[in-house]
């Protein structure tokens, strides 16, 4: 039997961030993480952050490398068919810009920041299971190379994302779940090729499509696709072919094409799990909520969780209030369903959907006509696109 004072259950972004953030007040804790670090390393996710994401990384000492190879963008473009390509210029209306710094970086800075001050993660733990969540002594088993292990612990966050363990051990009764599936998925491409300037979202009669980008030789691009697309269907002179048809020609003319590092599709959800705590349990990140990535939320919503958990648990050890870890839940999900709202809105309007129909057409052509046209709309998806102060 081990004890910590906060056990947490996974090893992304949201687990690794709160661990190290617990660390910078002193609070120990440990990470029980299903996979080996190899396997969580070789993820491709994200790549934008939100300025409250910037800012709390540099605040809690990880933004030496992300300052010096991320690249700030004063918004993001859409390259709406047949019209005038349009900003959501959040540095205009907001003062606030985005960061196009990919999370598998971050995720490296994170290991390595826990490695230096010989954090605790412990890898290929199988069997996980959470007990005693409703009384004050909760505690977490698991297996490593077949050894039963257990930890005592005053907390655990359950950052193990959507196909965790933790949301999972909230009962039945207490829990509510809120969830759309998208008709369509995302085939994404990275390539070892200079990306476009900005960050393009494009709205096209043959679907929507990408333009990101992770460092200035490495692209990241992605394409609307079916839900039972074939990966195998999909050589990377087609995805390239499909990709440009869906650009401005003079977008597309400026893409360096190249063979393709990883190839990959992603299926679109909105996910809400609430609440985010039970007893001495509590979510955060890809755990309780998920997003369509068409508003880049997902990673920045784990961030958000963690610092109002971080908070919480340092106010609890600090000065013995459970004000912020009553008010989690609460807090966390109302920035959640910010989040979630914006998230839905950027992929109605963007995306083709199988069932649409005329009508649908006229209504997305006339929100985006009202959005180039309305100071007050432009400035209302800015704020929220460049994230909310937390
Ligand atoms: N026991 C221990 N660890 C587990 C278990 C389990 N039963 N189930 C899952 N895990 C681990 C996964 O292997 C993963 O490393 O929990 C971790 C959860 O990490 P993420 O899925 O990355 O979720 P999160 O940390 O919340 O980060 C959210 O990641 O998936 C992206 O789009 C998402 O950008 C967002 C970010
Ligand atoms: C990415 O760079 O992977 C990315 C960028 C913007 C999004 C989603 C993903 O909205």
């Known amino acids: 039997m081990k004890r910590t004072?906060?056990?947490?259950?996974?090893g992304g972004p949201a687990?690794?961030?709160?661990?190290?953030?617990?660390?910078?007040?002193?609070?120990?804790s440990v990470i029980i993480e299903r996979q080996s670090r190899e396997h969580v390393l070789a993820r491709i996710?994200?790549?934008?952050?939100?300025?409250?994401?910037?800012?709390?990384?540099?605040?809690?000492?990880?933004?030496?490398?992300?300052?010096?190879?991320?690249?700030?963008?004063?918004?993001?473009?859409?390259?709406?068919?047949?019209?005038?390509?349009?900003?959501?210029?959040?540095?205009?209306?907001?003062?606030?810009?985005m960061m196009a710094y990919g999370q598998t970086a971050i995720t490296q800075d994170l290991y390595a920041a826990r490695d230096a001050v010989g954090g605790q993660i412990i890898e290929q733990a199988s069997d996980v299971q959470l007990h005693d969540l409703t009384s004050a002594t909760p505690s977490v088993t698991f297996q490593v190379d077949g050894e039963q292990h257990q930890i005592?612990?005053?907390f655990i966050a359950g950052c193990d994302g959507f196909h965790g363990v933790s949301r999972l051990s909230i009962p039945g009764d207490i829990l509510k779940t809120f969830e759309r599936v998208y008709p369509f998925g995302w085939l994404g491409i990275m390539s070892e090729t200079p990306p476009l300037e900005d960050i393009v979202y494009t709205q096209h009669e043959?679907?929507?499509?990408?333009?990101?980008?992770?460092?200035?030789?490495l692209s990241r691009y992605y394409i609307q696709c079916r839900t039972d697309t074939d990966l195998a269907e999909w050589p990377d002179d087609r995805f390239w072919e499909e990709l440009k048809a869906r650009f401005p020609k003079e977008l597309a003319d400026q893409m360096v094409t190249g063979p393709s590092i990883e190839k990959s599709i992603a299926p679109l959800r909105s996910f809400v799990a609430e609440p985010m705590r039970y007893g001495r349990l509590f979510l955060a990140g890809d755990a309780a909520h998920?997003?369509?990535?068409?508003?880049?939320?997902?990673?920045?919503?784990?961030?958000?969780?963690?610092?109002?958990?971080?908070?919480?648990?340092?106010?609890?050890?600090?000065?013995?209030?459970?004000?912020?870890?009553?008010?989690?839940?609460?807090t966390a999900l109302n920035r959640v369903w910010g989040a979630e709202r914006l998230s839905w809105w950027l992929t109605k309007l963007l995306h083709v959907f199988p069932d649409q129909e005329a009508f649908d057409t006229r209504v997305q052509q006339n929100e985006f006509d009202h959005l180039c046209r309305s100071e007050a709309a432009q400035a209302a998806l800015a704020e929220q696109y460049v994230g909310l102060p937390f």
């Open 45 to 97: 996710r994200a790549g934008v952050l939100e300025d409250g994401t910037v800012q709390l990384l540099r605040s809690v000492g990880l933004g030496t490398r992300m300052d010096q190879e991320g690249k700030v963008h004063d918004g993001t473009l859409i390259a709406w068919q047949n019209r005038p390509t349009f900003l959501i210029d959040t540095k205009k209306y907001t003062g606030r810009q």
């Open 5 to 10: 004072q906060v056990a947490i259950i996974g």
């Open 206 to 217: 043959r679907g929507f499509a990408l333009a990101s980008q992770r460092s200035p030789m």
């Open 15 to 28: 687990g690794l961030l709160l661990s190290h953030m617990l660390h910078l007040d002193g609070i120990d």
């Open 290 to 330: 998920i997003v369509p990535p068409t508003g880049a939320k997902g990673l920045n919503l784990a961030v958000s969780d963690v610092f109002y958990l971080h908070r919480a648990i340092e106010t609890f050890y600090a000065r013995g209030s459970s004000e912020h870890l009553d008010a989690y839940s609460a």
């Open 152 to 154: 005592a612990c005053d």
